[in-house]
């Protein structure tokens, strides 16, 4: 199979930079794969799992936030606002986070916190089911 390089970056540092098989992407209209030589485009991501394959076929499991997704078809570049390793997400914390978000979009919070509160509920979904789906195929 062909590689292609990709970057892999959140606002605070470099997840990943090499060459890959392929990338899996939670697209804000559906989850797509990327491939060496995919036509060129942009396109929004929304919360989810990414997975990428290095060129060794080790597989990279990602819980992101929103990002944005770019291939010129020879390389590409995600750039994500909030990402965690699923080897680095605490079940324990995604649930006792996910709580505190429930707690305070029920409590009627000012919009801003509201809106955070959502964001962090979204995101504490997400890392429950990669770690989960992670955790039941090491089984």
């Given at each position: 199979m062909t590689n292609?390089?990709?970057?892999?970056l959140t606002l605070d540092r470099e997840i990943f930079s090499g060459e890959v098989t392929s990338v899996t992407l939670p697209g804000v209209e559906g989850v797509f794969t990327a491939l060496a030589k995919h036509m060129a485009f942009v396109t929004p991501l929304t919360f989810g799992e990414v997975v990428y394959r290095d060129a060794n076929n080790k597989q990279t499991n990602?819980?992101?936030?929103?990002?944005?997704?770019?291939?010129?078809?020879?390389?590409?570049?995600?750039?994500?606002?909030?990402?965690?390793?699923?080897?680095?997400?605490?079940?324990e914390k995604a649930l006792a986070a996910r709580?505190?978000?429930?707690?305070?979009?029920?409590?009627g919070v000012s919009k801003e916190d509201k809106a955070a509160a959502i964001y962090q509920y979204r995101k504490s979904l997400v890392d429950i089911r990669v770690v989960r789906k992670l955790r039941n195929v090491a089984r």
């Open positions: 292609f390089h990709i970057d892999i990602l819980s992101i936030a929103r990002g944005v997704f770019s291939t010129d078809g020879k390389s590409a570049t995600l750039l994500i606002e909030d990402a965690s390793f699923a080897s680095e997400i605490s079940e709580q505190r978000a429930e707690e305070l979009i029920k409590k």
